[in-house]
């Protein structure tokens, strides 16, 4: 496990300084530098498309809600499921097009166990019917968690070596430009990071695919 305060030695060694000898490079400067870079990384992450710091968690409803505030670190919704029975189902969104539909062999109209996203929450229609413990299932891309102490630390599973050592320059580099350097001497070394940083997105998102049946 690799603490900010971990990630601001490894920056100092880099810059030549130290935790007594800062120089320019106060913890003001070093925070902001390390922000910036998780903020190039986020971007990338979320450019990398499906696979990529997806999760999938469950919420508890009760029978009747109409409401219910999406939690803070839920970036983007691929798909919202409901229990019934056995099985999470997902619910449609609504986009206000359809407000009801025919039910099969009545010739009735009801409204469509749907969702909408307004105000940071969610909205059913109809009212759920039922709750309880986990029967709202949200499959989304999370938002990378952010280092706010010296004493955070990096998740393992969303950090690869090539991600920190490129969160180590990049944030060195956003440093250095704040006191007027515009081009630093490891500028290729945070181009290899990347590049292995890109590498280690793409190969963690592909997709198996199936070249021959062998059934038979």
Same mark, same amino acid.
Do not use: H
């Given at each position: 496990m690799i603490s900010r305060g971990q990630v601001k030695f490894d920056m100092l060694t880099i810059l030549n300084k130290?935790?007594?000898?800062?120089?320019?490079?106060?913890?003001?400067r070093l925070n902001m530098g390390i922000r910036e870079a998780f903020s190039a990384?986020?971007?990338?992450?979320?450019?990398?498309?499906?696979?990529?710091?997806?999760?999938?968690?469950c919420l508890t409803t009760a029978s009747g809600m109409v409401s219910l505030d999406i939690p803070s670190d839920i970036?983007?919704?691929?798909?919202?499921?409901?229990?019934?029975?056995?099985?999470?189902?997902? @619910?449609?969104?609504?986009? @206000?097009?359809?407000?009801?539909? #025919?039910q099969p062999g009545t010739g009735t109209n009801y409204a469509p166990a749907s969702y909408r996203i307004l105000n940071n929450a969610f909205w059913f229609n109809p009212a759920l019917s039922e709750g309880g413990t986990d029967y709202l299932q949200i499959e989304y891309t999370s938002f990378p968690k952010r280092l706010q102490n010296d004493q955070d630390f990096l998740p393992q599973g969303q950090f690869s070596q090539a991600m920190y050592w490129f969160l180590v320059y990049r944030a060195c580099t956003v440093?250095?430009?704040?006191?007027?350097?515009? #081009?630093?001497?490891?500028?290729?070394?945070?181009?290899?990071?990347?590049?292995? @940083?890109?590498? #280690?997105?793409?190969?963690?998102?592909?997709?198996?695919?199936? #070249?021959?049946?062998?059934?038979?």
């Open positions: 130290s935790a007594t000898n800062k120089g320019f490079y106060t913890d003001d990384i986020s971007t990338e992450c979320f450019l990398a498309g499906e696979g990529w710091l997806n999760n999938i968690r970036a983007f919704i691929d798909q919202v499921r409901y229990l019934v029975g056995n099985d999470y189902l997902p @619910m449609r969104y609504d986009t @206000m097009k359809e407000q009801a539909q #025919v440093c250095v430009q704040t006191v007027g350097k515009a #081009v630093p001497e490891w500028s290729d070394k945070e181009g290899y990071w990347y590049d292995r @940083m890109v590498q #280690v997105i793409s190969k963690r998102n592909k997709q198996v695919t199936y #070249v021959r049946d062998f059934d038979g």
